[in-house]
């Protein structure tokens, strides 16, 4: 069973910064690639991010340079620095979490994911 308790969010004025943490209860958190998604009210679940085992990262083309995710294997957490923060990227934000070995591909699709977080309500007031 795992399970991903996800914190950070709030309400911040464009251009503002916020980090997300994403606290995950697997046996071997290492293993997993970790991603972020979030959702806008009236729109499906998008990709944000995500950072493999390798600790290499893909990103959103909305959302390149402006975000930064991480990862600290030894406090099994995962994080979203988010920084020049703009209106449009007020929604709920969720991390994600996928068992995975070395050199797959980069997943980015909300079905490649079984174990998720809570979520967070991230907005930005221009």
């Known amino acids: 069973q795992v399970q991903l308790l996800e914190s950070g969010g709030g309400v911040v004025q464009a251009g503002a910064s916020l980090r997300l943490s994403c606290a995950a209860s697997?046996?071997?958190?290492?293993?997993?690639?970790m991603s972020w998604f979030r959702q806008a009210p009236g729109k499906e679940r998008e990709f944000v991010g995500t950072i493999r085992r390798a600790v290499d990262t893909a990103y959103a083309d909305s959302v390149k340079g402006r975000f930064t995710i991480s990862r600290d294997n030894a406090k099994k957490t995962a994080y979203l620095q988010m920084n020049n923060l703009k209106p449009e990227d007020t929604a709920v934000y969720y991390c994600?979490?996928?068992?995975?070995?070395?050199?797959?591909?980069?997943?980015?699709?909300?079905?490649?994911?079984?174990?998720w977080s809570q979520g967070t309500q991230v907005t930005v007031s221009s």
């Open positions: 994600a979490a996928k068992d995975t070995i070395l050199n797959v591909p980069f997943y980015k699709g909300v079905n490649d994911y079984r174990y």
């Open positions: 697997v046996g071997t958190f290492s293993r997993n690639a």
